[in-house]
């Protein structure tokens, strides 16, 4: 299981939500201590501020404990504005993200998912708070942690000779004479 399933927000055509995008670009804001140049709310004015690749990969940099993207394009060629999304996408696995977490470049760069595009923005926030000790803000949610436990030998004995309901024993519960809709005529 990744990030995507704690935030549901995996699948084709995630939903996108504009209070995801005001947490996204509250976070954002908060992260790299600026604000975003396009202040209107909603997808497309979003896409616009994100589509050069230039803010996430800034983002993955501050986020990480030592830069993960070493030189950001900053031309405003198509190829060179998508090379950057493209190394933000690497950078974010390098940082612990999966790839189900992960959107597309298309989905952000000709806006064809950017409720996906939301989706990795929550994963890196959740990475970065769960794994890289990030004591920023943070939206979406914590990754569980390890709770290990250790029981001594009587604990573990007693253990195996208890029988829950969940094994199977029913206490002579059975199905027998229940009737679930019209009984099915089988002819020979």
Not at 29 to 58: M, T, W, Y
Not at 90 to 119: R, S
Not at 127 to 149: D, F, P, W
């Amino acid at each position: 299981t990744g990030v995507e399933s704690a935030n549901g927000s995996s699948g084709i055509n995630a939903e996108y939500g504009v209070d995801q995008e005001k947490q996204c670009r509250e976070w954002i804001e908060a992260v790299l201590g600026e604000s975003l140049p396009e202040q209107e709310i909603g997808k497309n004015h979003f896409q616009a501020n994100l589509r050069d690749g230039q803010i996430i990969c800034r983002l993955i940099n501050a986020l990480s404990p030592e830069p993960l993207i070493a030189k950001i394009n900053t031309q405003k060629a198509a190829f060179k504005q998508m090379e950057n999304i493209e190394k933000f996408l690497t950078a974010c696995k390098k940082f612990g993200l999966q790839d189900g977490d992960l959107f597309q470049t298309a989905d952000l760069y000709e806006a064809q998912n950017m409720g996906q595009v939301l989706g990795t923005l929550y994963a890196c926030s959740t990475v970065a708070t769960s794994k890289h000790g990030y004591q920023g803000m943070c939206i979406g949610t914590k990754l569980a942690e390890e709770n290990s436990r250790d029981f001594d030998e009587a604990t573990l004995n007693a253990g195996k000779h208890v029988l829950g309901g969940q094994m199977g024993f029913t206490e002579g519960d059975s199905q027998s004479g229940m009737n679930m809709g019209k009984t099915r005529k089988v002819c020979d």
